[in-house]
């Protein structure tokens, strides 16, 4: 959208320079005074064919006809985008991209999706599902039409490098609180880590590993949590194959057994908060919010089932099942 208005405003500034140039020219060639000067330029970029305030000298003809060519060029192909953008319902485009880039600037604790490829529309189709806040970033503008077509004026987008800064700002990145990168290489996937980190560096960045040897890098560049597509097949198949009477856990919330309204999230313990230097046995959290603690994250680390006594520090982590309900719940006493 950007693009179409830049096809107007750029030949608009061009068009100024070329006026203030022609007002200019008649004031240093001709010695005409300023009103002269802003009437001879404006019949002469306008071809109206009024005759001139006074005789031109030989280097005021050439002046002359210099400005009447060059500013038609421009007045003609401005006046054409213009009629462009009101007939061909650009106008309307742009007013709903400036509406939607509003309610973007708006969003808090959102969540952002860089890229729209099989995993991203996965993804937005379950973000959907669950009524989750979040903006897909996607360079290709097809993609985007596509994605407009299926889920209707459903998901806020901003088309652009998810890797530049410019874009992940319009993303409203400052104020998100996870950033799922899944772009095509691992190359992208680690600039887009730093330059997100850089720019707010509280939010959880989840990426995808197309390469297992890339883990490190990412980890290295920020990356909370490393998802390896390949090595999360490979764990299934061999479950599959060694345990053929053992029912996954990653199963129970496949389409073959969903289980509504529940969500996975990670609980951050604030410092003074009720959590803070109390053990999981004491903290009682399935009591108070019928949640079920499924791990603890101490220094990155997630231990899974972790024990009663384990002691919860001020920055760690609980990873948590249940309904928003009872995971806001958490978030309240973890934080207050």
């Known amino acids: 959208m ?6 107007i405003l750029i030949p608009g500034i061009i068009l100024f320079l070329i006026f203030f140039i022609g007002v200019f020219g008649y004031i240093y060639i001709e010695n005409y005074n300023l009103i002269d000067a802003l009437y001879m330029t404006s019949i002469t970029l306008s071809t109206v064919g009024f005759g001139e305030v006074q005789a031109l000298s030989p280097n005021g003809k050439i002046f002359t006809s210099i400005l009447i060519f060059s500013g ?11 009629t462009k953008f009101f007939i061909e ?15 973007i600037a708006k969003l808090n604790d959102h969540y952002i999706v860089c890229g729209a490829g099989r995993t991203g529309t996965k993804i937005i189709s379950d973000f959907l599902k669950k009524d989750l806040n979040f903006v897909v970033v996607e360079n290709d503008e097809k993609t985007i039409e596509k994605l407009k ?20 700002l319009q993303a409203n990145v400052k ?19 730093l330059t997100t980190k850089d720019l707010n560096e509280k939010i959880q960045v989840i990426t995808r590993a197309v390469d297992a040897s890339s883990e490190k890098k990412l980890k290295r560049g920020g990356a909370d949590f490393i998802i390896s597509p390949f090595e999360i097949a490979a764990d299934r198949i061999i479950a599959t194959a060694t345990q053929t009477n053992l029912i996954s856990f990653v199963d129970v919330f496949s389409k073959k057994s969903k ?12 410092k003074g908060s009720q959590l803070e230097n109390t053990t999981l046995m004491k903290a009682k959290i399935p009591a108070k919010t019928n ?8 220094d990155g680390i997630m231990k899974i089932n972790p024990m009663s006594h384990e002691l919860l520090r001020k920055n760690e982590k609980l990873l948590v099942l249940g309904t928003k309900d009872q995971i806001k719940k958490l978030i309240e006493i973890a934080s207050n």
């Open 2 to 7: 950007k693009s179409e208005i830049k096809k």
């Open 72 to 82: 038609i060029t421009v007045v003609v192909y401005t006046l054409g985008n213009i």
């Open 89 to 103: 319902g650009e106008l309307r485009s742009y007013l709903r991209w400036r509406k939607m880039d509003k309610k």
């Open 149 to 168: 077509e299926i889920y209707r004026e459903k998901i806020l987008y901003v088309i652009g490098d998810a890797t530049k800064d410019e874009t992940l």
């Open 175 to 193: 104020s998100a609180k996870v950033l799922i990168s899944v772009l095509s290489t691992d190359a992208d996937n680690l600039f887009l880590t």
């Open 259 to 270: 289980i509504e309204g529940l969500t996975f999230e990670l609980v951050e313990i604030k």
């Open 291 to 298: 949640l079920i603690v499924i791990g603890h994250e101490v």
